[in-house]
Nanobody, 116 residues
Framework: QVLLVESGGGLVQPGGSLRLTCKAP???????????MAWYRQAPGKQRELVAT???????DYADSVKGRFTISRDNSRKTAYLQMNNLEVEDTAVYYC???????WGQGTQVTVAS
């Protein structure tokens, strides 16, 4: 299991932006780089849902609800994945989790609250 640490959540008004960061501080490059990284979110009373993924080669995929607003990226040299969230909506309020696919590695979650 790989330690993943998220940061960057907070309170923002509708239309605002946040950038989430997921670091794997103890992973070595050869462990992090080949893995697909993903961001999930879980709103109160709802199931955890997949938000975005980025493959080892940089290919990306997004949930329909965030397409055109969110951008996932990665920096393998820093063993870090990012989620840039623009034009945030109230419905984006959730705890956001970083996940290393094909492993049991999850971050602790970071709260994103969109409210006026």
């Amino acid at each position: 299991q790989v330690l993943l640490v998220e940061s960057g959540g907070g309170l923002v008004q509708p239309g605002g932006s946040l950038r989430l960061t997921c670091k794997a501080p103890r992973a070595i490059f050869s462990v992090f780089a080949p893995k697909t990284m993903a961001w999930y979110r879980q709103a109160p009373g709802k199931q955890r849902e997949l938000v975005a993924t980025i493959s080892r080669g940089g290919g990306t995929d997004y949930a329909d609800s965030v397409k055109g607003r969110f951008t996932i990226s990665r920096d393998n040299s820093r063993k870090t994945a990012y989620l840039q969230m623009n034009n945030l909506e109230v419905e984006d309020t959730a705890v956001y989790y970083c996940h290393m696919e094909s492993t049991d590695s999850w971050g602790q979650g970071t709260q994103v609250t969109v409210a006026s």
